[in-house]
DNA sequence: CCCTTAAACATGTATATACATCTATCTAGG
DNA sequence: CCTAGATAGATGTATATACATGTTTAAGGG
């Protein structure tokens, strides 16, 4: 009986990676069918968005380690989801949605949408602006 | 000049994966010096206050799969910071912190302390406790 | 033009995370 | 007692994540 209900934890850290958890699973559960992933969702998402961008700068947009897009865009490219070239700076790989990454995404949106519009509902308004506020001011807090 | 500002995203998995990232680095940043993450230290603190508990316990607390926990114990176990032992129930684990466990939650306290007061700060009294109950809404309505 | 320094990315390694599947154990019926 | 189904974990595999380090290219100073 009486499973200890989800109780506040005093990290500030373990509560969001917590809930980073526990929200990511939904999402992920939702996108399965499609073979995506919440990450991978994000950088296609992110890409449709900047249109083409050198990987650094989508790191910085996502705050990802430059290191770890790498192995993400490796799946990606993979898939044939995305196109990258050499930037006039030798240097930079310059991203963007392939025709596939456009439609796949395409396919994912419905999905997303679903899940976004539950939770808005769960959270009303307030709640879910709140909660993207908020989110959003730690990023930049712990970036500073 | 003008680096693009952090903006929020649509996708409210992806900002708060992005907060997780952010924030994690500030903790893990902090904790290095002793050799701790902060999902790590996250374990050591939760055995602290739950006392002796089973994996599948622990599991629900950190809304972490049961599997994924068993790479973590690993480490802590590696370092001598936890003990395992069999359960009346032959089938379940039974954690706890080790003596050197102990130690080491203490070394790191004071380092955690820091980081959230530096939080604390920033946000505010209010955003602090908002922020908290926010993210913990978010772990439950995930969860349901 | 050469050299130093810095930036962008690749690679090796370790950890974090979950799912599918397997084993051992428990529980409830018969 | 025996068996069928359920539960706790272990293990294999794939992805997510970052750091240390190495390579290539760019940028600036002599």
Redesign the pocket.
Known sequence: MSEPAIAVLPCLCANL?RA???L??LY??SL?PLGL????FTVLQALSLTGEI????L?RIL???????????E?LL?NGWIAIRR????????LRLSWAGEAQLKRAVPRWEKVQARLRRKFGMDGWDNLLKLTNEVTKVATE
Chains 1, 2 share one sequence.
């Open positions: 990676r980073s958890r526990a990511t699973h992920d559960k399965r992933q919440a990450t991978q050198p990987q650094k700068g790191g705050s990802m380690d430059s290191t770890t897009l790498t192995r993400t865009l799946i993979r930037g006039r700076d030798r240097r930079e790989r310059l």
